[in-house]
């Protein structure tokens, strides 16, 4: 179980004093409880995967605003944690993988334009889910109703 996985990941970083590490692990495991005790629920491996893109994803979008200020200090510690993150979800598709499914539920969907994005999105997130991001996502799905 990932949960357990983060937990011995915690552990070992601890032991080898590895910092960015460590309290990328803490940062994903405080989340994790958060949900936990807000919600009553006990947190399964999809959630913790959703958990951990979405944490990715703060992380890329935060990488810009390093990169227009020009810390590159940060740039670099937020590209360790990227890449820390990452070990823990699925293998990234590439964009042909995606522009494949996104085809096939196009024409299982019968979408002919843009109009019908919103149902494409919904249906290509939902079979893609942490395979991919939502913004490579909704390029390609742009890409081929346009």
């Known amino acids: 179980m990932l949960k ?3 937990l011995e990941d915690l552990k070992n ?3 080898e004093k590895n910092e960015v590490r460590k309290n990328t692990i803490q940062m994903v495991r405080a989340a994790i409880l958060q949900i936990e005790k807000d919600k009553g629920i006990t947190v399964e491996d999809d959630k913790i995967i959703e958990i951990i893109a979405k944490e990715v994803k703060g ?5 810009v605003d390093f990169e227009k200020g020009g810390r590159d200090d940060l740039v670099n510690q937020t590209n360790q944690e990227i890449e820390i993150l990452q070990e823990y979800l699925p293998k990234q598709l590439s964009k042909e993988e995606i522009k494949v499914i996104v085809e096939q ?21 939902a079979k893609i ?3 991919a991001d939502g913004r490579t996502i909704n390029e390609v799905v742009k890409e081929l109703l346009s």
């Not at 992380?59 to 990488?63: M, N, V, Y």
């Not at 539920?105 to 997130?125: F, P, Q, R, W, Y």
């Open 129 to 131: 889910g942490a395979g």
């Open 105 to 125: 539920i196009i024409k299982d969907l019968g979408a002919t334009s843009i109009k019908d994005m919103g149902n494409v999105m919904k249906e290509s997130k």
């Open 59 to 63: 992380k890329k979008d935060a990488l």
């Open 13 to 15: 970083s601890m032991k």
């Open 4 to 6: 357990e996985k983060l």
